[in-house]
């Protein structure tokens, strides 16, 4: 594509000069790549980035067009917009062709359990690709997420919908964040389904700053959907109703019956298209309402009740969402739970299946909201036996400060918990107390690639630490340790 044919909706005048990508990110410039300067987002913790005062590095990088809000005088094709992001999005779909043209798409959002929601969708759905916060799939082949970001920014986005298309796929699901609506990264896709798995209005307010613009920017989804998949439990149901839906839930036409935990979960799934007992292999009960949001769209977009049913007996997990590390003689199990709310489910949900102790290691990322560290902090009090608190991506923050927060609010609760700034050490400890009956909990970082110190972003993988920590305890013990899955 040519940077005159690019510019053309944009009624800005350009040289046929041959476009090679473009991003957002002056360090992802190369030569021939267009710049959009994008004004950065205020929150309470840090100051904003502002694209426009990366622009000199954004030429020096090779790239021959920029396009951003202000006004501005450049040695390049310069198109002014009143809306970076929107301008961002437009551009990177009109780059790649429209793929979403070519794919039915499936939205998932909601305050929890999107991840797994997708994951369920995705498998359900069987040749589809999937975009997530814990990585991506092109049919069966798995890559990486793509950085921290639950839903990656448009350009990313757009490229990977064109990989998909080029690959002969037809459906696409993408788990997509009230970040990535409010911030137009999914602007000009329309969904075939688009999922609303659940609503808790106290979640991700540092950058919402009320429930009530967090729950417009996740109705957006539903918005941009011929079919709504919703819960029953949601908040201003009577409105996101007033769009083609399914309800699924306890009143709703998808519901689940004789929920039991064994081996898993068990229970009867009630549909319009019949009923069947499902036996679904996922610790914890909160994963019915995942399993009923993803059954509901799979059977909306016409996959027969049958392979609902045993594809659901045959799901494999989310990588880091309640993963089991070691089933005996002590469970080690690690999941992605990064707030006060998500850490009391997973320790709820751990705590009737546990014979012995609940240990915990948990950290709390740094330029988030403090008040996270606070509340990790007292429900690690309230529901482990034992805590050691640890690293957490605190980035530019001060470890010691976030430690000594979470510990205050433990102390306030009267709850056991050791400090321990290195995460690897903190496994290993927790580890090694552990005893026959007891669960430790790995809870933070689940499937990320990456352990953000300072401005650093190293590598990392909780699961093999997990496992060099087993190694170390057996090898002083004079045994093997034992792999194992859910």
Do not use: C
Not at 138 to 165: K, N
Not at 176 to 183: F, M, N, R
């Amino acid at each position: 594509m040519t940077l005159k044919e690019l510019f053309a909706p944009l009624g800005q005048e350009a040289p046929p000069l041959p476009v090679r990508g473009l991003t957002q990110d002056s360090r992802r410039v190369e030569p021939g790549f267009v710049f959009v300067a994008v004004p950065g987002v205020p929150l309470p913790h840090r100051r904003p980035l502002d694209g426009h005062a990366f622009i000199p590095e954004a030429l020096r990088r090779g790239a021959i067009a920029v396009v951003g809000e202000q006004d501005l005088t450049l040695p390049v094709p310069y198109a002014r917009v009143a809306d970076s992001r929107q301008a961002l999005a437009l551009l990177a779909r009109r780059f790649y062709g429209e793929p979403d043209r070519a794919l039915r798409l499936f939205g998932v959002t909601g305050s929890k359990g999107k991840s797994t929601t997708a994951f369920l969708l995705h498998h359900l759905l069987e040749e589809a690709t999937l975009l997530s916060t814990v990585g991506l799939r092109l049919g069966g082949e798995a890559r990486p997420p793509i950085g921290h970001f639950t839903t990656p920014e448009a350009p990313e986005v757009y490229a990977f919908l064109r990989e998909a298309a080029d690959r002969g796929l037809r459906e696409a699901v993408l788990e997509v964040s009230s970040h990535a609506l409010a911030l137009k990264r999914v602007e000009g896709l329309t969904f075939r389904v688009g999922v609303f798995v659940n609503f808790y209005p106290d979640d991700h307010l540092d950058f919402h700053g009320t429930p009530e613009a967090y729950f417009n920017a996740k109705a957006l989804l539903v918005e941009r959907s011929d079919l709504a998949v919703l819960n029953t439990s949601l908040p201003h149901l009577e409105r996101l109703r007033q769009r083609p839906h399914l309800l699924f839930g306890p009143g709703g036409e998808v519901w689940a019956e004789g929920v039991r935990e064994e081996a898993g979960l068990r229970f009867t799934l009630h549909t319009p298209w019949g009923k069947g007992e499902v036996h679904l292999p996922l610790i914890g009960a909160h994963n019915v309402e995942n399993a009923l949001a993803a059954s509901a769209a799979a059977l909306a977009a016409g996959v027969p009740l049958e392979k609902v049913l045993e594809r659901l007996s045959g799901f494999p997990g989310v990588p880091g969402r309640m993963e089991v590390v070691q089933e005996k003689p002590f469970r080690v199990v690690i999941d992605f739970a990064h707030t006060g709310k998500s850490l009391e489910a997973a320790l709820r949900t751990l705590r009737p299946t546990t014979q012995g102790r609940l240990l915990l290691v948990v950290g709390a990322a740094g330029e988030r909201d403090p008040r996270r560290r606070e509340d990790i902090g007292r429900v690690a009090a309230r529901l482990a036996d034992k805590a050691f608190f640890t690293e957490e991506d605190h980035r530019t923050e001060d470890l010691g400060a976030i430690l000594e927060a979470m510990a205050r609010a433990a102390a306030a609760e009267g709850g056991r918990f050791e400090l321990v700034p290195d995460r690897e050490e903190a496994i290993l400890k927790a580890i090694l107390e552990a005893q026959e009956g007891d669960t430790v909990l790995l809870a933070g970082k689940g499937h990320e690639a990456t352990l953000e110190r300072g401005r650093e972003a190293l590598p990392w993988n909780e699961r093999e630490v997990a496992l060099k920590a087993l190694r170390l305890r057996a090898e002083a013990e004079g045994s093997s340790p034992r792999e194992g899955g859910a």
